[in-house]
T-cell receptor, first 112, second 114 residues
């Protein structure tokens, strides 16, 4: 099974940097995904990590440490439109059917 | 085209009704998924189709019946639902179910069971 933890809520200021953490304990691991979901909308893909280290994509970066069962999503130069829920999702290994299990999500509020 | 479409956007049905949700993608993806999402909760996987065959059923009650008529279409047939089944139903697709490809989500169908 999968156990994925994220903070429930975070608040940050426009223009600032915020780091959203995700810890996981899983029976199998075949990659970690970050998705953004605005209220009432579908999740949209942000980043993917399968090896340890940092993946950078514009204002968004994601880090993974497999030995620690830990990832974070870093958002730079925050904008009001970044207010959304950020979902960490772990893909199970082939033995688990490569399923994607989502964490509970972190609701980020960006303020002026 | 990186779009997954879902119809209808909203659906209200009684507990004795039979209805179907539809999902379509034209990205050539061979894996398609149904998720259920309750308010302020993450999506929960229901079914996975890989190469038009059901590969995962997450112990979903039989009142939900998935169907994959071809590689572009995914249906979810609903019958004798309960009020607690009211939720946002999301369809997703990916290039292949067994590899580490991101899933593209449709906008969802918001279902209300009365």
């Amino acid at each position: 099974g999968q156990n994925i933890d994220q903070p429930t809520e975070m608040t940050a200021t426009e223009g600032a940097i915020v780091q959203i953490n995700c810890t996981y304990q899983t029976s199998g691991f075949n990659g970690l995904f970050w998705y953004q979901q605005h209220a009432g909308e579908a999740p949209t893909f942000l980043s993917y990590n399968v090896l340890d280290g940092l993946e950078e994509k514009g204002r968004f970066s994601s880090f993974l440490s497999r030995s620690k069962g830990y990832s974070y999503l870093l958002l730079k130069e925050l904008q009001m439109k970044d207010s959304a829920s950020y979902l960490c999702a772990v893909r199970d290994g082939p033995g688990g059917g490569n399923k994607l299990t989502f964490g509970t999500g972190t609701q980020l509020k960006v303020e002026l | 085209d990186t779009e997954v479409t879902q119809t209808p956007k909203h659906l209200v049905m009684g507990m004795t009704n039979k209805k179907s949700l539809k999902c379509e993608q034209h990205m050539g993806h061979r894996a398609m998924y149904w998720y259920k999402q309750k308010a302020k909760k993450p999506p929960e996987l229901m079914f996975v189709y890989s190469y038009e065959k059901l590969s995962i059923n997450e112990s979903v009650p039989s009142r939900f019946s998935p169907e994959c008529p071809n590689s572009s279409l995914l249906n979810l047939h609903l019958h004798a639902l309960q009020p607690e089944d009211s939720a946002l139903y999301l369809c997703a697709s990916s290039q292949e179910g067994g590899a580490a490809y991101e899933q593209y989500f449709g906008p969802g169908t918001r279902l209300t069971v009365t």
